[in-house]
Structure formats: C-alpha cells, structure tokens
C-alpha cells in the first residue's frame, strides 16, 4: 500500500509537470537507471534473461533537440541564437540486478541528421524586448553534425510489493551536440535605419557551427504500478551539469568563441505506460523531457587568423533541451 501511495504521487507530479521542461523518450522502469529511450512509431526491442537480472533494449525512435546560445552585456541581452533539430534516434540500454535491491545500468543514444534550422537574432539599439531586434540571420541550411549521450547509474529499491516498485538512484551523463548552418539570409540594421539592409549568404557558405558539450551528475527515482494487464511507470531526475563547454564558429569573421559555463540545474520527467499483450510481449506508450536550465559563463574568444585571443567574464550563456516520445513493443525472453 505504501509503494502505491508512493508511486501515485510519483506519475502525478510528472503529469502535472509543465510542458516546457524537455527530453522524449522510451522509458523501462524495469531499467533502474530511468534512461529514456524515444521512438516516434518506432519499434522497440528488449531481451531478458531467464531469472530477469540482465535486460537489453535496443531502440529507434524520434527526438527534438534545441540549443540556445545567449550573449549579454551585464543583464543586457545582446545576441540569441535558437538551434533546433527533429530527427531519428538510436538507442541502447543495458541493466543487470546485483541483488539486495541493488541494480547498475548503462544507456546510450545518438541523432542521425534529421531537419535542423537555425535562427540568429542581435539587439544593438538599446531595447532587448525580443520584437525589438536589430540585426537578424536564418539559416535554414542547418546540419546536425552530431548527436549523443551516455549515462551509467546506481539504483536501489525503497519498495518493492506484488504489483508496484519505487526506486532511488544516481548517476552520471555525457552529452555532446553539434550544429553547423551554411548560407542563409540577413536582415541588418544600419545608419540609424530599423531593418534596411535585407540580403543573402551565398549558398553552401559556411556561416555558424556551434558544439555543447556537458557532463552531468544526477539523482532520481522512477517506479511503476501495474494493474492487472496495464503498467503505469514514472520518473524524476534532477542534476547538476558541471564543466560544460560551449563553442562558436563564426567562419565568415574567422573568430571562434569558447564558453565555460558555471554549474548547470537540469531536470529530466519520464511518463509511460504499458498493455501486456500475453506473458511475454507489451504495447507501450511513453514520453520524455530533459532540460538543462540556461547559465552564465565565461568566454574566450579566439581569431583564428591573427592568432590572438581576448576574454570576457560572464558574459556567454546557453541552454539545451530534448523531447522523445515513443510508442512500440516490450518483450521478454
């Protein structure tokens, strides 16, 4: 009764978290890492082991990665730029169970190409109100030059009854993501005039790459509830993004800009469910949401062609975000 009391406030929080908070994907609360895998009417696999301490899961879904890069002058709001992707994913998970309620698992995932966009804004007139921009640049010869992640963690069981299971558990995760735009179109500002010089980039041009890089500590607890033939799991995380790199390529300045952001908060809300189709196959629907909160951090910036190189202190800020969802089928050997 109490895994159940539990587990209810568990999946009501993550339904009631708020939809801005981003990271989709397939999650297994059979799988105590809590690792999401997405797939957007993807197919899942998994096999288990005869006495279920070892699971594998292999997976190909769907996500939505974003990244915002920020510039500002004290509380100014000087430059943004907005990179998004939609595109394939590819996922892989393996879990063991050491016994005593003690588990250990690893996951990996990476994007394959897919849509990207990127759009550049500047505010140079002193008003940072984002209709108010002076200087704009979209390029929607946006490349997703790569994407992965991978995390290992520790789980233990808090409850573990017939028909419920509550698990707490810690771990590590790396994420790397890059962009680069080519060509695109400018809307400048120039002599005092709001928007008078519109143009293009010439096509195939490299104009902008941008890389994140961010390794992340983290704690959490995931559970599910099965009711008879249906399965209900959940999953909070909250982590602390440490060291993170952020890295700009300006190619048409030959300048590159190198971000060391301060310690991160990140959050991560798991929602899924599943309908036994017999003893050894399940139809699942799930939903995922990652978020590293946007941060401050300090810059250098490099010219590639003098070979000189000039510093500003909190001045550079980014924040990244993923969404999967995921319908398929589980099923044990």
């Not at 500590?217 to 995380?237: A, S």
């Not at 060391?260 to 908060?265: A, E, G, K, N």
């Amino acid at each position: 009764m109490g895994a159940r009391l539990y587990l209810g406030v568990l999946v009501a929080a993550v339904m009631a978290a708020p939809a801005s908070a981003v990271d989709l994907g397939f999650y297994d609360p059979q799988f105590s890492g809590g690792s999401g895998m997405p797939l957007h009417g993807a197919k899942s696999v998994s096999a288990e082991s005869v006495d279920g301490t070892l699971r594998l899961r292999a997976s190909l879904g769907a996500t939505y990665l974003e990244g915002n890069e920020f510039v500002y002058a004290g509380d100014y709001r000087v430059s943004k730029l907005i990179w998004q992707t939609t595109a394939p994913i590819l996922r892989g998970s393996v879990s063991a169970d050491l016994g005593h309620g003690i588990s250990i698992s690893a996951e990996g995932s990476a994007a394959i190409r897919g849509n990207s966009h990127m759009v550049d804004y500047d505010w140079l007139a002193g008003d940072d109100t984002f209709e108010n921009w002076t200087h704009r640049s979209e390029h929607p010869d946006t490349h997703l030059a790569h994407f992965w992640t991978g995390s290992a963690s520790i789980g233990y069981e808090l409850a573990n009854v017939q028909d419920a299971v509550i698990r707490m558990h810690g771990g590590f995760q790396y994420t790397d993501v890059k962009w680069d735009a080519f060509g695109g179109s400018y809307v400048y500002s120039t002599s005092g005039t709001l928007r008078d010089d519109i143009g293009n980039f010439a096509d195939g041009a490299p104009a902008i790459s941008y890389r994140q890089q961010m390794p992340e500590v983290f704690v959490g607890v995931d559970g599910e509830q099965y009711y008879g033939k249906l399965r209900v799991g959940g999953l909070m995380r909250a982590g602390l993004v440490v060291g993170a790199v952020a890295t700009d390529d300006h190619w048409m300045r030959d300048l590159r800009f190198t971000d060391t952001l301060y310690v991160q908060p990140s959050v991560e809300l798991g929602l899924d469910a599943g309908y036994a189709l017999g003893p050894m196959a399940e139809l699942t629907l799930a939903g995922r949401f990652k978020h590293m909160f946007e941060q401050r951090g300090d810059t250098a910036i490099y010219n590639t062609v003098a070979g000189t190189t000039a510093h500003s202190s909190n001045g550079a800020a980014a924040s990244f975000t993923q969404l999967d969802i995921s319908a398929g089928l589980r099923a044990r050997f």
